[in-house]
């Protein structure tokens, strides 16, 4: 596989995550990035035990597939890791990424990949989507959107959540998460997300959901989302929701 010339953001979690499945380019941005900030991999580890949590929440209420949006890596605890018994279908913009992903779970008959771009579901093949989230539009599934919120705009990270709702079964959940206004306090961390990188307070976020309606746990700060134990006491810099697609 040709190395990539360009950092991920999905593969720099991968590294923080103490995954295998990243490049050099990743790394040297991820160490660049905690020059700034400090250290991420705590961070991103609570992220990843909120996507275990909700994942495992949604699954117990008999959900047996999902679709994954902006999914990078799909190792280190990922979806099929977490809903043992679920169909999963990952999808990303990332060529790279894409590519890393079918090359783990080719012999998966569990778990696919393929190109989605969340902004367009008409973008997933509908093979796929058919394979792995049998009964889409028919059946409730599970769609997992963490990670992505940060490079939508307000207007078009609505629109996509309301034509997922939509397009989904009642009784389906979704997993998402956004960024907090916590890099504000450290512009040159911040300069590093790029000028698209868009935080939010809870309060800017909440009627982005449309007609998702939360769980009783609300939107809150990702290792407050029905902790296992002790939450883990890292920056807030992740909130998070489980939300669920009622009648009408
Ligand atoms: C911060 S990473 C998150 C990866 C993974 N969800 C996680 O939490 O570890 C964001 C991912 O979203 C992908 N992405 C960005 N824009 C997207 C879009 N419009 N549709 C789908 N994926 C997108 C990127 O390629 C990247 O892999």
């Known amino acids: 596989m040709v190395e990539p010339d360009q950092p991920s953001t999905a593969r720099m979690i991968d590294f923080w995550l103490g995954g295998e ?3 050099p380019v990743d790394v040297a941005a991820a160490r660049a990035f905690e020059q700034a900030y400090g250290p991420c991999a705590p961070v991103f580890q609570s992220l990843r035990a909120f996507l275990g949590r909700a994942v495992r929440a949604i699954a117990a209420t008999g ?10 890596v799909p190792t280190m605890g990922n979806v099929h890791e977490v809903a043992t018994d679920a169909t ?30 969340a902004t367009d579901l008409g973008t997933v093949d509908p093979a796929l989507l058919h394979r792995f989230v049998p009964g889409w ?27 997922l709702y ?15 206004e916590e890099l ?25 959901l449309g007609r998702w309606t939360p769980t009783s746990e609300g939107i809150v700060a990702v290792p407050q989302w029905r902790p296992d134990g002790p939450p883990e006491q890292v920056p807030d810099a992740f909130h998070g929701v489980v939300a669920v697609r009622s009648a009408g």
């Open 63 to 72: 959900v047996d597939s999902f679709l994954v949006f902006g999914a990078g």
């Open 137 to 163: 539009g028919r059946r409730p599934v599970g769609v997992v959107f963490l990670g992505l919120a940060a490079f939508l705009d307000d207007d078009t990270l609505a629109r996509t959540l309301d034509e």
């Open 88 to 117: 999963v279908l990952y999808t990303d913009v990332d060529p790279v990424t894409i590519r890393l992903g079918q090359r783990l779970l080719a012999g998966s008959d569990r778990a696919g990949y393929g190109f989605g771009d």
């Open 21 to 23: 499945h990243h490049y």
């Open 184 to 208: 504000a306090d450290n512009p040159q961390a911040l300069a590093m997300m790029g000028p698209a990188f868009r935080m939010r307070s809870p309060a800017a976020f909440a009627p982005l």
């Open 166 to 180: 939509a397009a989904t079964a009642v009784g389906s959940q979704l997993a998402i998460d956004f960024d907090t």
